[in-house]
């Protein structure tokens, strides 16, 4: 990383959390911050779902949840871009403070609560850019005070099939009411069902992705997957942010309520993604989410079964040249390890 990221980064951090993250996004979308390729790793780059990546890496879902800094974003070298969580209307999310920093474990709770400027607003800005091929998905939520959360999908996936190459059903998020109501293997059922019909209708065919919590058992997690594979999903996305807080955490904000992420949810999200690569056979591709903090950590989700791999908490302790340092070292893992790509490493574990 740069001398002045660093500093900037520093900097940052002794902001409240969601000040420091607020200009964070203002500085890439004024064009501030790292200028990166996507396709400088020729080996990283790999075909999935019908899309074209050029390498492995996103940001991860809620760092940019109205699209106002998806070509700052791109330029740290991503491979794809997810903005996100959209929901229909907008909503305000819960009273701040609502996003707390955790030092001393290199991690966060948040309990933002799906705050975003609606699907309206973010359909119009995705509608004016162009990704130049970089795929694009948005994650989609349903807003919190809604008596009909499918209905909230619904509509979401009917406005953004358009313009998206692939759109995440949330159904893990921690910190709204309507957040996990589709973590009932019935209801999920249901939901992907009419999903997949207003998909169809809107003439557009974006792949579509379901993302999974941490918190929940073996059992349940089995039921989940084999709906998600019965209605067609194209991937899963492991995980969101987790309710649990393991003994080791030091920091003071250890007891806030929220979704943990950051270190303490790397062993956890690694754990489950062996489980779903497991369950799957590797036949479904995995988005690698949870405490990623380096390009070995990066490896370690490929090698766990993850074609894909996203960060969000990572960029806050090691600045936003952590995406373009990610990429060095797994093209570097690739060579040492004798593989030709990407893909051929993905899984390598399980072999
Ligand atoms: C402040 C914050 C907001 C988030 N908002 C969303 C969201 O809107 N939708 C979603 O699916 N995940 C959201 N996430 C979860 C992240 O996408 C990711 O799954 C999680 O933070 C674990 O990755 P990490 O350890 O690299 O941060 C959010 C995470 C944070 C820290």
């Not at 607020?22 to 790999?46: C, K, M, V, W």
């Not at 999908?153 to 995440?168: G, K």
């Not at 995995?286 to 960029?315: E, H, N």
Request: hydrophobic share 45%.
């Amino acid at each position: 990383m740069s001398a002045l990221h660093q500093i900037t980064t520093a900097a940052l951090r002794c902001l409240p959390a969601e000040t420091a993250h607020g200009l964070a996004l203002q500085g890439l979308a004024a064009g501030f911050g790292p200028r990166e390729r996507a396709d400088d790793f020729p080996s990283l780059a790999q075909s999935l779902m019908g899309m074209s990546f050029a390498n492995p890496v996103a940001v991860s879902a809620g760092f940019d949840k109205n699209a106002l800094a998806v070509t700052g974003v791109r330029r740290l070298g991503t491979g794809f871009v997810e903005v996100g969580g959209v929901t229909p209307r907008p909503q305000p999310g819960n009273p701040r403070p609502r996003v707390f920093r955790l030092a001393e474990d290199r991690a966060a709770i948040n309990r933002l609560g799906f705050n975003n400027d609606g699907a309206q607003a973010v359909h119009a800005r995705l509608a004016a850019l162009d990704m130049g091929g970089t795929p694009l998905g948005v994650n989609l939520a349903a807003n919190g005070d809604s008596a009909e959360p499918a209905d909230d999908f619904v509509a979401l996936v009917e406005r953004f099939a358009p313009v998206a190459d692939f759109l995440t059903v949330d159904i893990s998020c921690p910190n709204s009411s309507n957040g996990q109501v589709f973590l009932d293997p019935q209801a999920l059922e249901g939901l992907l069902a009419r999903l997949n019909a207003a998909r169809d209708a809107s003439g557009a065919r974006p792949a579509m992705f379901g993302k999974l919590s941490p918190d929940i058992d073996d059992t349940r997690l089995a039921e989940l997957i084999a709906v998600m594979r019965a209605a067609g999903i194209d991937a899963i996305t492991v995980c969101n942010t987790t309710t649990e807080r393991p003994a080791s955490l030091q920091s003071a904000h250890a007891g806030e309520r929220g979704g943990l992420s950051g270190a303490p949810l790397f062993e956890m999200a690694n754990e489950m993604l062996r489980k779903v690569y497991a369950m799957t056979g590797g036949e479904v591709p995995l988005v690698g989410v949870g405490g990623i903090m380096s390009g070995a950590d990066a490896w370690t989700k490929i090698r766990a079964g993850a074609s894909l791999v996203q960060l969000y908490t990572g960029m806050v302790y090691e600045g936003p040249g952590l995406v373009q340092a990610i990429k060095r070292h797994l093209a570097q893992e690739l060579e040492r390890g004798g593989h030709a790509n990407i893909a051929d490493a993905v899984g390598s574990e399980h072999r």
